[in-house]
Antibody, heavy 121, light 107 residues
């Protein structure tokens, strides 16, 4: 049973950079899976941020692409999210999840519990 | 980007009711369409993959149908634990977009 756990600061300042890490256990991070970040502003819907493959290939949401970096550390079985130039609109619960390769008949079948990041001075 | 539009945005129903939620894609996603359930304070939970595949462990009262641009999630007999928000999501192309959600509330 794969488990994912997000960690990182819960409060960041405007114009600053958000850094989160997702630890993967119970399944190899080196697999056919793509490791994903999704966020959800308070009271709103889900927004896909981007994903990474163990080889380092990435896909990003064009709406965030200029500010987002997703990286992976296979030796530690974890992947990370960096989001820069923060504003209040980036306040959200951030989830990490396991996803299928593109155009595979499968969904995000494992999720972390989510971590609330608030952007405020 | 492929836009996903769900209807209705919310609905009120009673235990035992048959409930249907629709999801429309702005262009064909074939059957690369997934459905999730989310309860307050919890992560989303995968119910249906590839438009009609029932994820392991999900009760059989949940079903999905459709292909191309039009999809439906049906709950055959609503149970108390089914009051939640439901999201569709396409995995045909990136960005892997979600619908805006449908909140199922108790009548």
């Amino acid at each position: 049973q794969v488990q994912l756990q997000e960690s990182g600061p819960g409060l960041v300042k405007p114009s600053g950079t958000l850094s989160l890490t997702c630890a993967v256990s119970g399944a190899p991070i080196i697999s056919s899976d793509w490791w994903t970040w999704v966020r959800q502003p308070p009271g709103k819907g889900l927004e896909w941020i981007g994903e990474i493959y163990h080889g380092g290939n990435t896909n990003y949401n064009p709406s965030l692409k200029s500010r987002v970096t997703i990286s992976i550390d296979t030796s530690r079985s974890q992947f990370s999210l960096r989001l820069s130039s923060l504003s209040a609109a980036d306040t959200a619960v951030y989830y990490c999840a396991r996803g299928p390769p593109p155009r595979t008949p499968a969904g995000f079948d494992s999720w972390g519990q989510g971590t609330l990041v608030t952007v405020s001075s | 980007d492929i836009q996903m539009t769900q209807s209705p945005s919310s609905l009120s129903a009673s235990v035992g009711d048959r409930v249907s939620i629709t999801c429309r894609a702005s262009q064909s996603v074939s059957t690369y369409l997934n459905w999730y359930q989310q309860k307050p304070g919890k992560a989303p939970y995968l119910l249906i993959y590839a438009a009609s595949g029932l994820q392991s462990g999900v009760p059989s009262r949940f079903s999905g149908s459709g292909s191309g641009t039009d999809f439906t999630l049906t709950i055959s007999s609503l149970q108390p634990e089914d009051f939640a928000t439901y999201y569709c999501q396409q995995s045909s192309s990136t960005p892997r977009t979600f619908g805006q959600g449908t909140k199922v509330e108790m009548k």
